[in-house]
T-cell receptor
Framework: ETGVTQSPTHLIKTRGQQVTLRCSSQSGHNTVSWYQQALGQGPQFIFQ???????GRGNFPPRFSGLQFPNYSSELNVNALELDDSALYLC???????????FGPGTRLTVT | SQQGEEDPQALSIQEGENATMNCSYK?????LQWYRQNSGRGLVHLILIRSNEREKHSGRLRVTLDTSKKSSSLLITASRAADTASYFC?????????????FGKGTLLTVNP
């Protein structure tokens, strides 16, 4: 088990709603990345935060946004939820310069 | 978009046998990593190989990297039922603060007792 925690574990939302997912990074890690994993697929990079700023983004629309806090914890916000947003959302942390990512257990989001 | 493609998509073996999974990728990389995922839970880092390395070992794991063919393989020796999981290769691009992993679709390994 890594030291990365995520909440909640599961979430059910209705299309058009907004959702906030939370992540606490491993101690000593100052960089947080978020990934979306659809069923049967590999994780896809959403974005990365370092020093409370987004410094890398994958092919996701602006309704996916995030925050990083001074304690390096992070939030992923998704507005105007669509059915295709149903997925496992994974948070990963690393130290600056580190290459391995340490993943949390994920949040399973279901949009109905 | 997916960078890597794992092969095979699914592999079923008996306990004690070796399991080999392959990964191909498309663009130049800084490093390649293998991760394991149990039943839709979080990913666990297994091993990392840098672009200037050809082979790396960790316990029962052996990874090879051929940058000229843009491919890698993961060998798990003497497999156990507990090795049953999905295995993903991920390529790392750049370094420092601007860095991301690009994952393949994974190989589902089933080790039968």
């Amino acid at each position: 088990e890594t030291g990365v925690t995520q909440s909640p574990t599961h979430l059910i939302k209705t299309r058009g709603q907004q959702v906030t997912l939370r992540c606490s990074s491993q101690s000593g890690h100052n960089t947080v990345s978020w990934y979306q994993q659809a069923l049967g697929q590999g994780p896809q990079f959403i974005f990365q935060y370092y020093r409370e700023e987004e410094n890398g983004r994958g092919n996701f629309p602006p309704r996916f946004s995030g925050l990083q806090f001074p304690n390096y914890s992070s939030e992923l916000n998704v507005n105007a939820l669509e059915l295709d947003d149903s997925a496992l959302y994974l948070c990963a942390s690393r130290s600056l310069g580190g290459l391995e990512q340490y993943f949390g257990p994920g949040t399973r989001l279901t949009v109905t | 978009s997916q960078q890597g493609e794992e092969d095979p998509q699914a592999l079923s073996i008996q306990e004690g046998e070796n399991a080999t999974m392959n990964c191909s990728y498309k663009t130049s990389i800084n490093n390649l990593q293998w991760y394991r995922q149990n039943s839709g839970r979080g990913l666990v880092h297994l091993i990392l190989i840098r672009s200037n390395e050809r082979e790396k070992h960790s316990g029962r794991l052996r990874v090879t990297l051929d940058t000229s063919k843009k491919s890698s393989s993961l060998l798990i020796t003497a497999s156990r039922a507990a090795d049953t999981a999905s295995y993903f290769c991920a390529t790392g691009s750049r370094g420092g603060s601007n860095y991301k992993l690009t994952f393949g679709k994974g190989t589902l390994l089933t080790v039968n007792p």
